[in-house]
Structures are given as C-alpha cells and as structure tokens.
Nanobody, 127 residues
C-alpha cells in the first residue's frame, strides 16, 4: 500500500514558479513509478510527467516540456514538480499517482495504469 500527499499549490501570477511536492509512504521511491496529472475545470485529467522506479523521465511534450521539471529525493521519499514560466492554462488541480515496479510497462500516461492517488493540490495562475 502506498499513501501519497501533495503540497505546494497556490496562486501565482503568469510567468511565476511553484514547486509541488508529493510525499510517499509505504514503499520507497525506488520501487514505484510516480506521475503527475492535472485536471482543469470541466476537462479530463491529463498526464503531465512521470519519474519511473528505475529513473526514466517523461513529460507531456506539448504542454509542459521545457517549463516543468520532475525530480525525486529518495532520502525524503518525496517527488517534486518544479513549474516555471507558468501560464493561465496551467491552472488545475495537480495530482500525483503511483504504481509498483511490478506493473512496469504501458505508456505511463494513462490514469488506469496507476493504483494509488493523492488528494490533489490546487494551482491557480492569474494573467
């Protein structure tokens, strides 16, 4: 069992930065892949980025690549999402999600691949 707790959301002006945290408990990060998804009002939840259990990193190329950076701190068992050059269209609830290395494979980009979810943290970018 894995528990995930997000934090770090808030209100920021366009062009600003935020760093989201996802604290994991129950399993070390070396045994799980952790992804960030986001859901804007009235829209479906969408993939943002993933850091796989063995160190692979992928971003959604269209919306966030070049502006967002995913990283992890094994000592704190925490995953981070550094978001720079924020735009109003980045406004959403951001969720972290995890799946065991035993379920490696797939695209890592779809919600159904993940077994564990955090409660989400709101990010609002004003213009």
């Amino acid at each position: 069992q894995v528990q995930l707790v997000e934090s770090g959301g808030g209100l920021v002006q366009a062009g600003g930065s935020l760093r989201l945290s996802c604290a994991a408990s129950g399993r070390p990060l070396s045994t799980i892949s952790v992804a960030w998804f986001r859901q804007a009002p009235g829209k479906e939840r969408e993939f943002v980025s993933v850091f796989t259990w063995n160190g692979g990193v992928t971003y959604d190329d269209v919306s966030v690549k070049g502006r967002f950076t995913i990283s992890r701190d094994p000592a704190k068992n925490t995953m981070y999402l550094q978001m720079n050059s924020l735009k109003p269209e980045d406004t959403a609830v951001y969720y972290c999600a995890a799946k065991s290395r035993d379920r490696s494979g797939g695209t890592y980009r779809t919600m159904r691949e993940y077994d564990y979810w955090g409660q989400g943290t709101q990010v609002t970018v004003s213009s």
